[in-house]
């Protein structure tokens, strides 16, 4: 199949999935709330694109950052200002579009609205007044992250998004303390500014075994996510000029005692016994499977009573 063959097939695919998409329920008087791509354009999801044209306004955190994606998708919706310096009166503006029947949609600058980004307070105001919030989903730095970085299992799923944190060192390193000490991967959001000296603080505060997943750029061209241990932090980032630039996501993983304490004293023992007559990955799917104990905890232990062992 040449190229013309190939972009006619897949133009009249997309046209296919426009038409139903356009065709599902639209409902009026209500709140969109649409996640839209965190850097890469083509990653505004096809529901999101009829939301956003069929909507009668856009409330956007900043109309100037938000018209080049609107434009590159042939958006002419109109935009209104709704951002956390007017947020109060920007919900009571949408209330009175809705009342009036209209579509309203509501982004923020990239990602989700409402998640660590203004917009909160005006989808509260919506459900207070009686009035439908639709949720739109798509991308999101927090997902994308931990896609990337493989700190959690589907034994292990938990995670906490702590959003930004402190700009002050004090006040930064006892926020580390308190998040860190938490019995799951902390991921947190940084700028390019700040961010070598919030992982010096880390390394403080945590010392150097613990691992940090640093995730720069994501869905851009230059886009790198790197596991290391702390110790090494301060080395990557000199060892190329460019990579202290960008957006960060950075992802404290659990700490190594964390670990520990999530396999009581009755499933270590089970575990061991059965070292003794199986594989470590046969003995680690029968411990998890009789104790319920997390997965990825018990292989980790289980490696290094191997290890231990040989030696």
Same mark, same amino acid.
């Given at each position: 199949?040449?190229?013309?063959?190939?972009?006619?097939?897949?133009?009249?695919?997309?046209?296919?999935?426009?038409?139903?998409?356009?065709?599902?329920?639209?409902?009026?008087?209500? !709140?969109?709330?649409?996640?839209?791509?965190?850097?890469?354009?083509?990653?505004?999801?096809?529901?999101?694109?009829?939301? !956003?044209?069929?909507? =009668?306004?856009?409330?956007?955190?900043?109309?100037?950052?938000?018209?080049?994606? !609107?434009?590159?998708?042939?958006?002419?919706?109109?935009?209104?200002?709704?951002?956390?310096?007017?947020?109060?009166?920007?919900?009571?503006?949408?209330?009175?579009?809705?009342?009036?029947?209209?579509?309203?949609?509501?982004?923020?600058?990239?990602?989700?609205?409402?998640?660590?980004?203004?917009?909160?307070?005006?989808?509260?105001?919506?459900?207070?007044?009686?009035?439908?919030?639709?949720?739109?989903?798509?991308?999101?730095?927090?997902?994308?992250?931990?896609?990337?970085?493989?700190?959690?299992?589907?034994?292990?799923?938990?995670?906490?998004?702590?959003?930004?944190?402190?700009?002050?060192?004090?006040?930064?390193?006892?926020?580390?303390?308190?998040?860190?000490?938490?019995?799951?991967?902390?991921?947190?959001?940084?700028?390019?500014?700040?961010?070598?000296?919030?992982?010096?603080?880390?390394?403080?505060?945590?010392?150097?075994?613990?691992?940090?997943?640093?995730?720069?750029?994501?869905?851009?061209?230059?886009?790198?996510?790197?596991?290391?241990?702390?110790?090494?932090?301060?080395?990557?980032? =000199?060892?190329?000029?460019?990579?202290?630039?960008?957006?960060?996501?950075?992802?404290?993983?659990?700490?190594?005692?964390?670990?520990? =304490?999530?396999?009581?004293?009755?499933?270590?023992?089970?575990?061991?016994? !059965?070292?003794?007559?199986?594989?470590?990955?046969?003995?680690?799917?029968?411990?998890?499977?009789?104790?319920?104990?997390?997965?990825?905890?018990?292989?980790?232990?289980?490696?290094?009573?191997?290890?231990?062992?040989?030696?």
């Amino acid at each position: 199949m040449n190229d013309d063959s190939q972009f006619m097939e897949a133009s009249a695919t997309w046209k296919h999935l426009a038409e139903r998409v356009a065709g599902q329920h639209w409902p009026t008087a209500a !709140l969109y709330v649409v996640a839209t791509p965190i850097g890469n354009l083509g990653d505004l999801g096809l529901r999101a694109w009829q939301a !956003l044209r069929q909507c =009668d306004v856009i409330a956007a955190e900043d109309t100037r950052s938000s018209r080049p994606l !609107l434009d590159a998708w042939g958006i002419s919706t109109p935009l209104m200002a709704a951002h956390r310096h007017n947020e109060a009166a920007a919900a009571d503006a949408i209330v009175q579009r809705l009342e009036a029947g209209e579509r309203v949609a509501l982004i923020s600058d990239a990602g989700a609205p409402a998640v660590s980004d203004p917009g909160g307070r005006i989808v509260r105001r919506v459900r207070e007044a009686g009035y439908q919030v639709v949720p739109i989903p798509g991308a999101s730095a927090v997902i994308t992250a931990l896609m990337a970085a493989g700190v959690t299992s589907d034994e292990n799923p938990a995670f906490i998004f702590a959003g930004f944190a402190p700009p002050k060192q004090g006040a930064r390193r006892k926020w580390l303390q308190k998040w860190g000490a938490m019995a799951a991967p902390v991921v947190l959001f940084e700028s390019p500014h700040r961010v070598r000296a919030t992982v010096d603080d880390m390394l403080a505060v945590w010392g150097p075994t613990r691992r940090l997943s640093i995730a720069r750029e994501l869905t851009k061209r230059f886009e790198q996510v790197e596991t290391l241990a702390l110790a090494d932090a301060a080395a990557w980032f =000199d060892a190329e000029s460019h990579r202290s630039q960008g957006e960060f996501v950075l992802i404290l993983h659990e700490a190594e005692a964390a670990v520990g =304490d999530a396999i009581d004293a009755q499933a270590l023992t089970l575990l061991d016994a !059965l070292l003794e007559v199986l594989s470590v990955r046969d003995a680690v799917k029968v411990a998890a499977k009789v104790s319920g104990a997390p997965r990825d905890a018990l292989y980790a232990v289980a490696l290094e009573r191997s290890a231990s062992r040989d030696s």
